[in-house]
């Protein structure tokens, strides 16, 4: 492990003279783009982060005091399993690659260039937030989020650069250049070109597409092309942390609304500056439909030549019958003349839909935890998940409209009745009018609650950050 290196790392970089000679000049580059585009300001505060420092389930993590430009962004593969195979698809049985294999290149490069493009661009979309954070708890736990998005960057970079040659190191450049919600370079997926201006969006964004980054890593962490497999395996550990401070932070969120609803006896929160759970229902809707497209269309061709070459497995492929997926069928919805029909399609042309069902089948259990929450207010209210077919742009549905319960609606009718379903302006400066910072130590803003513990065992009074002004 050489983790005194100007590039940490546990793939034994020092003795490739070529590869550390490609990273130790993109790491100029990264740094510039953390400058422009990572948190605006705090860049010379102490920050309380945990860093990876290896790869051992028990001591992977160092925490300390760390200002954001000083983090030390490393290169950590989960350790090599023995004798690994491919797991799915045409090759299955081989033995695990560990050079791409040249048929699969193309392909290869593309998964890898779309993953890593939706970390640096989660920063970008984050980064005003700092200003208006609740709490310095909130505001160490936004940077921890965005040093780490910047770390999963490098780690496909780090594949670009050791596996493709000079067009890896080309797309690595244009990582640093592609710019969230930009109209003539935008980032590759819809929901990472959205903004994210207040903290109930950052909340929901860490609920609900830091998920589909979970379950997108699960799938290539099945892959048979084993640096990617191992680059995501340890990056999962990572992310379990962004979905906690997203489920927790819209849970603190619906637990302030009941607490003054029971305080006050007075339903309307607004009037006592929490966010009503109305609104908190329309952010669920926005933020679960578009992080739903992140997977793709339901029908995908692109996503039976992952599965075949056995680059981009199924969620827990190991747990499925037959790893082949040939003679399955899956059943997707169809839009013809007559109207809406079921088809059979061959599976491996419904990965993405597959995928996508146990992505909803979690996100059902975060929404029951909030529920429970209600219920032990006694307030009558439950949130729901929108259906899979509500405010889709990719796949079947995109081109239709339906309303939140999955019954069809006329463009007219969509347009009428869109504030009801989704955020509207209102909603927006409401909670954006809430966002004023709190910057003192164990002070929290009057719209969220306190969580229930801080970091690392220590109290929610801790200087999480330490300003430098
Ligand atoms: N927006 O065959 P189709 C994370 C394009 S999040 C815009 O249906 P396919 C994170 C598609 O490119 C995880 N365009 O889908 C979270 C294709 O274009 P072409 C990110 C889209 O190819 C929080 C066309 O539509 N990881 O880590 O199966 C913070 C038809 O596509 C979208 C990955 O995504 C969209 N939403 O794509 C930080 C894993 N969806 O070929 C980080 C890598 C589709 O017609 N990516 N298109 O030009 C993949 O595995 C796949 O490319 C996709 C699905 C999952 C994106
Ligand atoms: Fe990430
Ligand atoms: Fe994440």
């Given at each position: 492990m050489s983790l005194y290196e100007k590039i940490p790392n546990n793939v034994n970089l020092s003795s490739d003279k070529r590869l550390l000679r490609a990273l130790e000049h993109w790491l100029p580059n990264y740094m510039k783009w953390w400058y422009d585009m990572g948190p605006a300001g705090f860049q010379a505060d102490q920050v309380y982060l945990r860093t990876a420092v290896s790869v051992e389930p028990g001591g992977w993590a160092h925490f300390d005091y760390v200002k954001m430009p000083d983090y030390r962004w490393g290169i950590f593969l989960a350790p090599p399993e023995k004798d690994r195979i491919v797991g799915f698809g045409d090759s299955y049985g081989k033995r695990a690659w560990q050079e791409v294999p040249g048929e699969f290149r193309n392909m290869l490069r593309r998964i890898i260039v779309?993953?890593?493009?939706?970390?640096?661009?989660?920063?970008?979309?984050?980064?005003?937030?700092?200003?208006?954070?609740?709490s310095l708890?909130?505001?160490?736990?936004?940077?921890?989020?965005?040093?780490?998005?910047?770390?999963?960057?490098?780690?496909?970079?780090?594949?670009?650069?050791?596996?493709?040659?000079?067009?890896?190191?080309?797309?690595?450049?244009?990582l640093l250049e592609r710019r969230s919600g930009s109209s003539d370079k935008p980032r590759i997926l819809g929901a990472f070109n959205e903004p994210i201006d207040d903290w109930l969006s950052f909340f929901m964004f860490t609920t609900f597409t830091d998920r589909d980054g979970k379950y997108q890593l699960l799938a290539l962490a099945e892959s048979g092309f084993d640096p990617l497999s191992r680059t995501t395996r340890f990056m999962l550990t990572e992310e379990a942390h962004h979905m906690f401070v997203g489920e927790s932070g819209v849970g603190r969120v619906v637990q302030r609304a009941c607490e003054l609803m029971r305080e006050t006896k007075d339903d309307d929160v607004r009037r006592h500056g929490a966010i009503d759970l109305e609104a908190v229902q329309r952010y669920i809707n926005l933020w679960f439909s578009v992080s739903l497209d992140l997977f793709g269309g339901e029908i995908s061709s692109n996503a039976a030549s992952f599965f075949s070459a056995g680059l981009k497995g199924r969620y827990k492929e190991e747990a499925c019958e037959d790893h082949l997926a040939l003679d399955g069928h899956y059943r997707v919805w169809q839009h013809g003349p007559e109207g809406w029909y079921q088809e059979d399609v061959p599976l491996r042309n419904a990965m993405n839909e597959v995928l996508r069902d146990a992505y909803?089948?979690?996100?059902?259990?975060?929404?029951?935890?909030?529920n429970k929450m209600i219920q032990r207010y006694g307030i009558p209210f439950e949130l729901?998940?929108?259906?899979?077919?509500?405010?889709?742009?990719?796949?079947?549905?995109?081109?239709?409209?339906?309303d939140p319960q999955g019954r069809p609606l006329s463009a007219e009718q969509w347009e009428a009745r869109r504030d009801e379903f989704l955020p509207g302006e209102k909603d927006l400066a409401y909670v954006k009018n809430l966002m004023v910072p709190v910057h003192e130590i164990g002070q929290i803003a009057n719209w969220i609650s306190k969580p229930a513990h801080g970091i690392k065992g220590l109290p929610f009074e801790f200087e999480y950050v330490r300003r430098e002004q």
């Open positions: 779309t993953q890593g493009d939706t970390e640096p661009a989660s920063v970008e979309q984050q980064r005003l937030l700092g200003h208006s954070a609740p708890y909130d505001l160490r736990n936004l940077f921890q989020v965005n040093v780490e998005e910047g770390r999963h960057l490098w780690a496909m970079v780090y594949l670009l650069h050791s596996h493709f040659g000079r067009d890896g190191r080309e797309e690595t450049e244009e909803i089948a979690d996100c059902e259990n975060t929404l029951g935890r909030w729901r998940l929108p259906d899979r077919r509500f405010h889709r742009r990719i796949g079947l549905y995109g081109s239709h409209h339906f």
